[in-house]
């Protein structure tokens, strides 16, 4: 599905991730880039830079947040070397494109949106206007992403059923402007939704969410984790009594990080009574430090010592610029009719 396609992913600064976003959103981006590269394609990951200004003024936070993006995805396992990896804000072509790009974007675009229209809601809801505290960043964001998209010849973008309108977009521009010169000035675009992601659940049942107050944290220490894991709602059925394993939380978030053995000698004992909650708890405690074990210490080591990464960021912008500078090129001689 992925030969010698050009497969492009951004990413927004999250905050702090937990064990949702890792095994529901950075575990499988990397796998699907690492797919990409082995069918002979090619795999951009960025950071969305530009994008974060939109929502974060403070420089302090918004650099740390952004640090943290970055050391995540290389301690998850993104290969720099094989992956490009770069920043946003790096590819100076990409605002000249997005300018470009506005010239053929249609406004009711935006106001469709819906990450504005979302806004707009929450306004109307708060009894506010309905552009209040809603900047142009936001408004147009659809138009930056599909810069983002479009600057890479990108085949495919993978994104979260949230993300699929902004790629429809961004393909209806791209569109238009071959339209337009007659000619295929720039690739379209397809959206690729990953069906086996999976939505783990967080220690009260709920989607694991940070407003929720419900996370299993994954780059804190491991009494943090052990707090949360023993935290996770049980009843107060005896051990002897067999249960069904899919009706109990522990055995749902196990689902999403066990091996198929681990997680057919948890069901076992738990349906013939052999297990309790006490042990349940410690086995998912023992697989999720398994799991976060090396991307944690990967990532204290990078955030600690972030010049490197900054050395990586860099190197990835300066693969991706040469080819950013070719369509900005492409588009404006079409446009000026150079
Ligand atoms: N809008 C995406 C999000 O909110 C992030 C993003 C920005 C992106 N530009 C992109 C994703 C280009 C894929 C391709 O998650």
């Known amino acids: 599905m992925f030969d010698n396609k050009i497969v492009l992913a951004g990413v927004k600064p999250t ?9 529901g959103a950075i575990k499988p981006a990397i796998a699907l880039g690492h797919r990409a590269l082995a069918q002979g394609g090619s795999h951009y990951m960025f ?9 974060e003024k403070n420089p302090a936070v918004l650099n740390e947040m952004l640090k943290e993006i970055a050391c995540i ?15 946003q804000s790096d590819i100076h072509e990409i605002p000249e494109i997005t300018t470009i790009l506005y ?18 809601d929450k306004n109307r809801e708060a009894g506010k206007p309905d552009d209040d505290g809603i900047n142009m960043g936001l408004y147009t964001y659809p138009t930056l992403m ?9 085949d495919i973008v993978p994104v979260g059923k949230d993300q699929v309108q902004h790629v429809e977009i961004a393909r209806d521009i791209a569109g238009a402007i071959n339209a337009h010169y007659n000619r295929d000035l720039l690739r ?17 049942g709920r989607k694991m969410s940070k407003s929720y107050g419900n996370v299993i944290p994954l780059f804190e220490d491991d009494a943090a984790i052990k707090k949360a894991v023993f935290s996770i709602k049980t009843d107060s059925r005896p051990l ?7 009706e109990i939380l522990v055995y749902q978030i196990y689902k999403a990080i066990a091996s198929p053995a681990e997680l057919q ?12 909650y006490g042990h349940i708890k410690n086995m998912l405690l023992d697989a999720v430090i398994a799991e976060v074990k090396d991307a944690r210490e990967k990532y204290n080591y990078y955030m600690a010592h972030f010049a490197e990464v900054e050395g990586m960021l860099e190197d990835g912008a300066a693969k991706a610029r040469p080819i950013a500078k070719e369509t900005l090129k492409r588009l404006k001689d079409a446009v000026f009719g150079r």
Request: charged content about 25%; hydrophobic content about 40%.
């Open 73 to 87: 995805y290389l301690a998850a396992g993104l290969d720099p070397k094989e992956s490009v990896f770069y920043r």
């Open 103 to 120: 010239a053929y974007t249609p406004k009711g675009f935006m106001n469709k949106a819906h990450a504005y229209k979302a806004a707009v």
């Open 188 to 204: 379209l675009p397809e959206y690729y939704i990953d069906e086996n992601v999976a939505v783990v659940p967080g220690v009260d």
């Open 146 to 154: 599909a810069a983002d998209i479009l600057t890479f010849n990108t």
């Open 265 to 276: 000698e948890m069901g076992d004992g738990l349906r013939q009574g052999k297990l309790g």
């Open 240 to 246: 002897e009594e067999p249960k069904d394993p899919e």
């Open 15 to 23: 905050g702090k991730p937990h064990l949702g976003n890792y095994l």
């Open 47 to 55: 950071i969305a830079d530009y994008h974060a200004i939109n929502a």
